[in-house]
């Protein structure tokens, strides 16, 4: 009987390494990290038992298998980070008593807080946090956990005026639920967890940024003040991301935009409304005539279609039902009323369907560069990359089942192109399928689902392409393959995308007649590239600093003669170089040279050519290189050969 008794006090934790310790119900995981090891315990930030993050002093009351986590584990930087944001909320109440408080979530990057007070923040209050935050840090002040009745909570928050606070508990808790409360030091904030053991463990934070935040999102209610901020488990991790920061706004898009006269948006017309100024119209025509082009040798049929279409084709394919809030309001017309489109897939489908097809037509492949308008709120829309309307370079591939999976090659053969031909090295590629145990939130039979995930998973092996299996996020229609590149600076942009779809063919009662002479549903494919010409291009921008290659560059080649005697060299160089295919500007302008070739510089030409006495004679060019200090005298034929060379080549490179 001694022994029962005994073991109903113990539990059985399992161990990363395989091993099992028995201890007493009630251990801490903090408490297991002592005992296995006094270095473990004291680089522990957080622990995992039975798949779930916990506090390192949250009492093990059950059979566990436990992990403990330290800086090395990337599971643990949401909770560094979650723990970071209260810290500075926490800073902030002990400056700023009045201040409500909101929610305080982690980020890819950081933390932000939404705070509601009168009066606003300022960067010189930034400041005072930070100071603030270090003083708590150095404090080694404890993130300790508290549970009370949830009418209790309610009151204690309804008193103090946290009117946030009240709607996150009437939102996310049970009436006869317990709530959870953490507290650092003096400030108390209604949060589930988990949180590093105390502040001493954050040593490395900044705050970046005050932003406007509505609260819940809606205009008609109070508007918040968002603190923005970052933490890392080290100061060389911390200063490597705000040097990227730097170079990331000197990368703005948005402002090499107007610098470069690329494109603008425009006050009058509207946000998120882009206009393509000359420069960045023919740097467009260069990307969109390699990629028809491609479309054309891969085998896809070029298709154009409307921008507006009657409700009920949106009807049809489900937009009006459940896409409305994304689309621009009805126009009333006289026979009908009309949306313009938010997607070019119902048009593809209605060419498909405009007459009967045969399998021996199959597969159709359908491509379009598709101007498409969706309704954006103004505060969510950032320059080139969310904007109101956007050309999609949209297809739609429909097949039998036996081709769907030499598509789904082609489809990544596609993709990989356009990541190395645009300069593109490194990428990351996410298979997101579905989860059969929540079979109500998607569309398609088990065997459609089982054939749509074996024929991406088989591309992406025939391709021998690393990918990551990102289970239960499929769209509700078919799984899919992301393709994310990574740019200059390390950032993550989502690019191509391949998805399946089992609901427009059924929706659209797509057809072809098989080769038993009976009618059969194609599959349905639908894949993007780019994305969008407009996001696209900003990522070109930011991943190039504005200094495109050769092919893509607005004026490939800037001609200054020196003086005025020179300028019948210059466009005789022009010329060649135009009948060669390069764009070309011929500066004759009557400003001094050297500042000339300063503007040229910052307009970042690719290359400056410079001609006077010596180049005349000799039938010869000096070249200025972007990018290299010495500057270098060729035949004019060889530089224009070289040229053309790099331009057909595509060089991403001078």
Not at 20 to 41: D, F, H, N, Y
Not at 426 to 442: A, G, I
Not at 556 to 565: D, F, L
């Amino acid at each position: 009987m001694p022994e029962t008794v005994q073991s109903a006090q113990t539990i059985q934790v399992k161990l990363p390494d395989g091993s099992v310790k028995e201890v007493s119900k009630g251990t801490t995981p903090l408490a297991i990290a002592r005992e296995l090891s006094p270095r473990l315990a004291e680089a522990a930030l957080v622990a995992k038992s039975n798949g779930t993050l916990i506090d390192l002093t949250r009492p093990l009351e059950k059979d566990s298998e436990l992990r403990i986590l330290t800086n090395r584990d990337p599971e643990a930087l949401p909770v560094f980070r979650h723990s970071s944001a209260h810290l500075m909320a926490a800073a902030v109440l002990e400056l700023f008593p009045e201040t409500k408080l909101g929610h305080g979530p982690p980020t890819d990057t950081g933390f932000f807080y939404d705070f509601y007070r009168p009066t606003p923040f300022t960067p010189e209050d930034l400041e005072k946090i930070e100071k603030k935050m270090q003083e708590l840090v150095e404090k080694d002040i404890p993130y300790a956990q508290d549970f009370l009745p949830r009418q209790e909570g309610l009151e204690r928050f309804k008193s103090e005026g946290d009117f946030m606070k009240c709607h996150f508990i009437e939102q996310f808790t049970a009436p006869d639920e317990k709530i959870s409360l953490y507290r650092t030091g003096r400030f108390v904030d209604f949060c589930r967890g988990p949180h590093l053991p105390s502040t001493g463990k954050i040593k490395a934070f900044k705050l970046l940024s005050i932003a406007g935040a509505y609260w819940l999102g809606d205009e008609k209610n109070p508007q918040l003040q968002r603190i923005y901020g970052t933490s890392f488990y080290t100061r060389k991790e911390l200063d490597d991301y705000l040097h990227k920061l730097e170079e990331a706004k000197r990368r703005d898009h948005r402002v090499l935009g107007k610098q470069l006269d690329l494109f603008s948006i425009q006050e009058l017309a509207g946000p998120g409304l882009i206009f393509w100024h000359p420069k960045g119209g023919i740097l467009r025509k260069a990307m969109e005539d390699w990629l028809r082009d491609e479309y054309l040798k891969r085998g896809y049929s070029l298709v154009f279609t409307p921008h507006v279409a009657r409700v009920d084709l949106w009807k049809t394919s489900g937009h009006e039902g459940y896409y409305a809030e994304n689309m621009f309001t009805p126009m009333e017309l006289d026979d009908a009323n009309y949306r313009i489109k938010p997607m070019n897939c119902p048009f593809h489908i209605l060419i498909y369907k405009d007459q009967l097809r045969s399998y021996r037509d199959l597969p159709v492949r359908l491509g379009e560069l598709g101007t498409v308008y969706r309704y954006e709120r103004s505060g969510v829309m950032h320059g080139l990359m969310r904007v109101r309307g956007f050309t999609q370079d949209d297809a739609h591939i429909f097949c039998t089942p036996q081709q769907i999976e030499d598509e789904i090659v082609g489809c990544m053969d596609f993709a990989l192109a356009v990541l190395n031909t645009f300069g593109f090295s490194e990428y990351q590629v996410e298979l997101s399928t579905w989860d059969p145990k929540d079979r109500k939130n998607f569309l398609g039979s088990d065997e459609q689902w089982e054939l749509a995930n074996r024929s991406l998973e088989n591309a992406l092996q025939r391709r021998n392409v690393q990918y990551k299996i990102i289970p239960g996020e499929a769209a509700f229609y078919g799984p899919k393959i992301d393709v994310k590149l990574v740019d200059a600076i390390g950032r993550l942009w989502q690019l191509s995308t391949i998805q399946f779809d089992f609901n427009l063919p059924q929706r659209f009662d797509l057809e072809y007649v098989g080769e038993d002479g009976q009618r059969h549903q194609p599959l349905m494919v639908h894949r993007a590239l780019w994305g969008s010409v407009e996001r696209f291009f900003g990522v070109l921008i930011e991943h190039y600093a504005g200094a495109f290659p050769l092919w893509l560059s607005p004026v490939q080649v800037v001609v200054v003669p020196i003086s005025e005697r020179h300028h019948e060299y210059a466009e005789k160089i022009g010329a060649e170089l135009r009948e060669a295919g390069a764009r070309v500007h011929v500066d004759s302008r009557s400003e001094k040279m050297n500042a000339k070739i300063r503007e040229h510089a910052l307009q970042k030409a690719p290359y400056i050519v410079v001609v006077g006495d010596k180049e005349s004679q000799a039938g010869s060019v000096n070249v200025r290189t972007r990018g290299k200090e010495k500057t270098a005298d060729m035949p004019a034929v060889e530089f224009v050969a070289k040229v053309c060379q790099l331009i057909a080549e595509k060089a991403t490179t001078l």
